[in-house]
């Protein structure tokens, strides 16, 4: 049945057996669902993409069945039936009786709003249910299916052959949602990690560690109910039905995927926190070596599935050029956690007053650190068609340092930077950043494109910007004391969560070159 002509037909209230009043078709790219009512229903699109085989309405029937069945581990009340869809007089209904065109998944239908990601966009995500949830997912893990055959998907050979299957059916996508750079750099990254780690994950499998798993702990997939009573108050949805090679596996593995969103979403904090929690409640402190190189490896999958869903015609234009942004976030974020910490893709902004060390300190960077420096004053001389060394000094505010100007600059940086991140690039943009949103349109730029971010705050007493601003012989910077003096007045100070890592640029150039390599170590940059 043509995907497009199903779901015209699940848009129609009077496809179901009861009352739909609220309709919404979502999809993914091996699944419909209907969200009709206080229902939803699922149908499994007919694809074959080589790690799941949906081509014929038995497949789709049997595969459905597994969805109730394994779902119900951790959402019993959630998953309801699997019912028939069927043809009657040229109309297609939803549980009804009569021979089935297809089949569907009927679940409870829960609120978006109760999911974990719906709570960390909100702000009210806390480490107290992440704790909960740990100890939950550490107890299900040690109650789930072991034995010699779930092991043997946790052998290195099916791990290395998992990781190396997802680049290859990723190949596809390179130059539109990773770059090329970047997937050569994951390529022997994973080599590498998989070399290191092949004498852990054996010993494992040998010890049978592995479980029969969930297989997709994603933010999305939890759901807190605070009103229910447990094990109501924590519902996890929407495992792997479709491949036991992909549920069967290192429970750290599984614990990794929700580690990974986290991260992804810039929350680092709360990822330790849940990691930490439940290494703890599994006893598993040997797991963690392994936690990286999952992290990495969940990201990549999610990299790969969200340029599939780029590549999918009957999904709306909108919908797969927001895929492609995610697929290239997840592909960063993969290299990321598999990088070296000094050779970890990442946007450092070294901000600060007129006269503070900006420039000296991000060339310093550019040395000795390995990255490719923006220069706010360079560009914005270029978009003027000005040479770079020459004077546009006006006053504060005029000439070429408008707030219009001001903007027009700072976009073509983010342009820049955007486009050498996406290459693998570390890069450190020179700016002022006197503006508290500037600072954050930024932060939440780099959170977008799936890298590290930090800002690097250049302080020095008047005394010595008044000595820096004399003995400047050369530089884009037309900055004098009375630019200085303006800019200071209106200074915006850390907003709310924001950090501006402090580095003293009253000493020498080496000194302050020191000091942000410490704030680079701690964010494990460097």
């Known amino acids: 049945m043509d995907a497009s002509d199903l779901i015209d037909a699940l848009r129609r209230p009077e496809a179901y057996p009861h009352r739909a009043e609220t309709l919404e078709i979502r999809q993914t790219h091996i699944s419909i669902v209907a969200l009709a009512g206080p229902f939803a229903y699922k149908v499994k699109k007919p694809v074959d993409l080589g790690f799941l085989d949906f081509t014929t309405l038995e497949k789709r029937l049997h595969f459905c069945r597994e969805e109730v069945r394994l779902n119900r581990r951790l ?25 089935p065109v297809e089949h569907a998944v009927k679940m409870r239908r829960l609120s978006d709003d109760a999911t974990l990601l719906a709570r960390l966009k909100r702000g009210a995500l806390d480490t107290g249910v992440l704790v909960e949830l740990a100890r939950r997912i550490a107890a299900f893990h040690e109650a789930a299916d072991a034995g010699p055959e779930i092991s043997r998907f946790g052998r290195w050979t099916t791990v290395a052959e998992n990781a190396r299957e997802n680049l290859d059916q990723s190949k596809g996508t390179v130059g539109t949602c990773v770059s090329e750079a970047v997937f050569e750099k994951i390529t022997v990254r994973l080599e590498e990690r998989l070399d290191e780690l092949r004498p852990l994950i054996e010993r494992r499998a040998e010890a049978h ?12 997939h939890v759901y807190v109910f605070p009103e229910e009573d447990p094990p109501g108050d924590l519902v996890v949805i929407d495992c792997i039905e479709f491949n036991e090679r992909f549920r069967f596996a290192d429970p750290v593995a599984d614990a990794a995927f929700l ?16 990691a930490d929690a439940y290494i703890e409640a599994a006893d598993d402190e040997e797991g963690r070596a392994l936690l990286l190189f999952y992290v990495a490896y969940r990201s990549a999958v999610r990299g790969k599935v969200a340029g599939m869903v780029a590549g999918e015609e009957e999904v709306p234009a909108s919908e797969r050029r927001e895929a492609i942004e995610r697929a290239r976030a997840h592909w960063l974020l993969a290299l990321s956690e598999l990088e070296d910490p000094d050779q970890r893709p990442c946007l450092v902004l070294v901000g600060g007053l007129p006269g503070t060390g900006k420039t000296t300190l991000a060339r310093g960077l550019a040395r000795q650190a390995g990255f490719s420096v923006v220069s706010s004053d360079r560009v914005r001389k270029e978009l003027a068609g000005v040479e770079a060394e020459s004077s546009a000094a006006a006053p504060f505010s005029e000439g070429i340092y408008t707030p219009a100007w001001n903007d027009r600059t700072y976009a073509a940086c983010m342009e820049r930077a955007r486009e050498l991140v996406f290459r693998g690039e570390r ?24 890298v590290r971010t930090l800002f690097l ?70």
């Open 75 to 99: 959402a019993p009340g959630v998953y309801l039936e699997v019912v028939p869809i069927v043809e009657r007089g040229g109309t297609l209904l939803v549980d009804a009786e009569g021979v």
């Open 209 to 220: 560690v592995p479980r029969d798993t969930h297989g997709d702990l994603r933010l999305g």
């Open 259 to 274: 580690v990974m969103e986290l991260v992804r979403y810039g929350r680092r904090d709360l990822a330790e926190d849940f």
């Open 427 to 450: 890069v450190v943009l020179d700016a002022s950043f006197r503006k508290a949103g500037r600072r954050r349109a930024f932060r939440e730029e780099a959170l977008g494109w799936g």
């Open 457 to 526: 705050h250049c302080t020095a007493t008047p005394e010595v910007v008044r000595r820096h601003i004399a003995g400047r012989r050369e530089g884009a910077s037309d900055a004098d004391w009375s630019i200085y003096e303006a800019a200071a007045e209106v200074w915006e100070e850390a907003g709310e969560g924001e950090a501006l890592l402090e580095v003293p640029t009253g000493g020498s150039a080496s000194e302050a070159l020191d000091a942000a390599l410490v704030r680079l170590r701690a964010h494990g940059l460097a």
